[in-house]
């Protein structure tokens, strides 16, 4: 008997097979590059949505901030946690979504990665985001975040789509299909957990993955309603701006509070 799971509880511990082929490394040091292209002398540095924390680890091995993550999935957090523990470093991992991240701390930099903003589906949910991390950040400080375009759904579903692997005693099949018409991308996992044979099945489960997909003009749209100042837009892992064709799109806000 399978049954459906919330977003990266089934999927948590083949998550890192699934995004083997990413160069965490590379992303690191570009959104290190924007931290010192765009902030003079950031301390705090926090990443939304972590994952299982391979990014963090990246972020960990420059030893340029004072770092600290969160996530939604309580299983995520766990594995993120895990590394952390494996290089004995003292960063806090804590399950907060993008709306509740902790009122007590303040940040010079948020992050998040990997189209992580398209699980917000809606542009109320992104403003509420929005103006969280504003209340979050110290004056000055930046938030920055990347999204995928209608353009990265078009030339991405095919390749996901069919996609089947096993790792750590799972077996996945993934399908993705892309909604043109209301912008959504689904991609679909049936999961089996197999048993120490490798062959019985001790437990299926399925994971529906939904994205909402924003052109850049309709994210520049929306950021123009809050409090941020859009300081620049970057088309994929370059320094070069963004257009409406570009197929991930990394945005850089400034929070500039009234004294």
């Known amino acids: 008997m399978s049954h459906k799971t919330s977003n990266y509880s089934s999927l948590a511990p083949l998550y890192d097979k699934l995004m083997e082929d990413v160069d965490y490394d590379t992303w690191a040091d570009f959104i290190d590059e924007l931290i010192q292209i765009h902030h003079p002398d950031p301390q705090k540095v926090h990443e939304m949505a972590c994952g299982t924390g391979t990014m963090l680890v990246s972020m960990g091995n420059l030893q340029c901030y004072d770092l600290s993550a969160s996530d939604l999935s309580a299983e995520m957090v766990e594995l993120a946690r895990q590394k952390i523990r494996d290089h004995n470093w003292n960063i806090s991992v804590e399950q907060e979504g993008f709306t509740d991240l902790n009122k007590n701390n303040t ?4 992050y998040t990665v990997f189209d992580s903003i398209n699980y917000l589906h809606t542009p109320d949910e992104i403003s509420e985001m929005l103006d969280r991390t504003f209340r979050a950040l ?3 400080g930046l938030l920055i975040f990347d999204f995928s375009t209608p353009q990265n759904s078009l030339e991405a579903v095919d390749y996901l789509n ?3 692997g096993s ?3 799972f077996r996945y099949f993934r399908s993705s299909r ?3 018409k209301a912008k959504f991308h689904y991609n679909e996992f049936d999961i089996e957990e197999l048993a120490n044979d490798g062959v019985r099945v001790v437990k299926r489960s399925r ?3 939904k994205q909402k997909i924003y052109s850049f003009s309709e994210m520049k749209e929306i950021i123009n309603r809050s409090a941020y100042n859009i300081i620049a837009a ?5 320094t070069i701006p963004a257009t409406d064709k570009s197929s991930r799109v990394t945005m850089v806000l400034k929070c500039q509070k009234q004294q």
Request: glycine share 4%; hydrophobic share 30%.
């Open 107 to 110: 940040y010079d930099v948020i």
């Open 167 to 169: 790792f750590n005693g």
């Open 234 to 238: 970057y088309e994929d892992f370059d």
């Open 207 to 209: 994971e529906v993955h």
């Open 138 to 140: 110290m004056n000055e």
């Open 162 to 164: 069919n996609e089947e």
């Open 178 to 180: 892309y909604d043109v």
